[in-house]
């Protein structure tokens, strides 16, 4: 491929193989006239590998493959990043697809507004194919700088994939911690918190499937306890790099969000000493970190979420009912 590179599209891979030729074929069928597909193999067991290189013949030049031992997906979205040329980079997981127009839209409308990053729309797919989600937060096209209104982060939402970055902005700071879980989410606000500009475009959805019974967003078991981590590296970020006095409670704001959404999901999980042990460790983790957590004002605007206050009544919440969803 000669010339500019508008978007390069990494796809880390793992055992996909039964959904990887669909992935590639919604990438393959783009419209936008410049774009590279980077697929980083980590150490799969299956024949994900030579799926990986027939796209590389079929397509000499766009289609570039690389293998390396497994080692999870922070490493491996790394070495993508490391390999991608596109002046944009975006992120597909290797077991969705996007619709032909996604990247064209994405990188018009960055350019359009001399944007670093720029954010499209969701649809999630939970469960099984005819329960959809359409998370449409982003209502008209325009652009927000979250050093003036730190509040409208929660038009971006915490995902890779609805997005496209600058590829300046992956530097020596901005890589995906190593051995953890949500490694996305510990470094994607770091990256919107410093970004000078980020478009919005509202008729761009990416449709993110979580089917699998493999995916970690549905595991609630041990790894669920990394959201602590990541929490941290959030907190830590933020203080680092940004002014804090203006952008602390909507840290706060996203930190618990990010806790009570792992414990609703725990509440799906049979095994009843791990939910009530992560319950104890949520607000055990608040209480240390945030100490006036619960007068934070815009996590608890939402009157939905006045449950979470209280730990007894979460708790009675796990045994006896379900409680109302958490929105972020």
Partial sequence: MDGLIKVSVIVPVYNSANFLAKCLDSLAAQTIDSLEVVMVNDGSRDNSLDIMREYEQKYPGKFHGYDKPNSGVADTRNMGVSKARGEFIG?????DCVEPAFFEKLYNGAEKYG???????????????DNVHFQDRIKSEGFISLNETPEKVNLCRPYLCNKIFRRTIFNSDNVFP?????????LIYGILFTADRIALVPDVHYTYLRLRGDSISNSADEKAFDIF?????????????NDYSKIGNVIQWV??????????????DPNRQFKLRFIERAYEYLDEKFPDWKKNR????????????????VKLAFVYCNFLPVKM
Avoid: P, Q, T
């Fill in 255 to 268: 930190i618990i969000s990010h806790i009570f959404i792992r414990v609703k999901r725990a509440y799906d």
């Fill in 91 to 95: 992120f597909v997981d290797s077991d």
């Fill in 178 to 186: 190593h051995g953890m879980c949500y490694e996305d989410v510990s």
């Fill in 229 to 241: 981590r990541a929490c941290d590296i959030i907190d830590e970020r933020a203080h680092r790099l």
């Fill in 298 to 313: 815009f996590y608890f605007a939402n009157k939905k979420n006045l449950v979470f206050r209280s730990k007894a009544l």
């Fill in 115 to 129: 944007a670093d990053i720029c954010v499209g729309n969701v649809i999630e797919i939970i469960g099984s194919e």
